[in-house]
């Protein structure tokens, strides 16, 4: 018989697991990369006495198609191995083996495959196309004394690197997924602390003459993000393939926690100019907009000119020299706006468009001239 103590601490124990399951966190449907394990074909044996050549093993190939997710491609193969048909043997009768069978490994566009030591083996930016992973084993001849050689086997990272026109840069609680919410019909999480988003979201602004502009808003930076603390290497490589960073900062400043500095917004700015800096020089070359966010809170007027004025300096003032940026990003306009109320939302979009469209309009030049060149 149970006593009524050792009865008592049982339904306590059976309470908690219940109210731990029911209040268990979603799975989130995000993912952004996967590891698989590729293998290609053998091949087939050959026939000595009849110089017959077996067949090649098929090759692994992974291909960008439309309407995929890394999800998608989870679920669909629980074990993430993915290995190509054998080649046949030679015989008497098919001297010839017949070669074994591809295997596609079907991805979202945007992926980059690499190897588990980094290195790219091939970026997939456009649906169609393709790149071979895991090559298939020569089938058996003479060079190989008749021995069928076994195919390719290694692991290779699919890592998803998010094609946005817009990537949305700032600090956590910027107000970045307010903004998002302003001019897309996507619903982030909102809250007043940071780290709300903690996966990538995707908006479309749609304009009156049914022009469509993506944006990505993505976690929160947080300072030594190059080094990959915070969210780290997890944001910066979905911002690579941006054509346009959106800066997005509290003109009140921004401060993570007590024990970390506070940072004015002008501040702010130059640091999360210095982290993309350090994280890959390349991106600091991109066109840039700064909006300055949350003008329609008290004080918000005189943080606005102190900004501004900070701008119209040389010699940034107040930045210690080690975070002094050697690439500084040249905003093509800075914005204020405020993104709960939606002023200067308007504004801010029409300016979007227009840079990315006097972007687009110098890459094409750019091209004619350089086919210029080629043919003289």
Known sequence: MYSTKMLFEKCKVTCFLVCKRAYRKPASNFLDQLRVYVRGGGGGQGQPKFGGKGGDGGCVYVEAVPNMTLQNLKRSNIKKRFIAGNGENSTKRMLQGQPGTDLTVRVPRGVCVTTDSGEVIGDLDVDGEKVVVANGGRGGCMATKWNGKKG???????????????????????????????????????????????????????????????????????????????????????????????????????????????????????????????????????????????????????????TLQSFNTDNYPGIPDDLIPELPIKFRDIVPISAAQGTGIQRLNDRIREVLDDELERQRVEMSSNKGIMKS
């Open 152 to 306: 390719e086997v290694r692991s290779v990272k699919l890592v998803l690197k998010l094609i946005a026109d817009v990537g949305l840069v700032g600090f956590p609680n910027a107000g970045k997924s307010t903004f998002l919410k302003a001019v897309s019909r996507t619903d982030p999480k909102i809250a007043e602390y940071p780290f709300t988003t903690l996966r990538p979201q995707l908006g479309v602004v749609h304009y009156e003459d049914l022009r469509q502009i993506s944006v990505a808003d993505l976690p929160g930076l947080i300072e030594g993000a190059h080094m990959n603390r915070g969210m780290g290497h997890e944001f910066l490589r979905h911002i690579e393939r941006t054509k346009l960073l959106l800066f997005m900062v509290d003109v009140h400043g921004f401060q993570l926690k007590e024990s970390w500095p506070f940072r004015t917004a002008y501040e702010t700015a130059v640091l999360l100019n210095k982290e993309l800096e350090l994280y890959k020089p390349e991106l600091t070359g991109k066109p840039a907009i700064l909006a300055l966010n949350k003008i329609d809170k008290d004080g918000a007027e005189d943080r606005l000119q102190e």
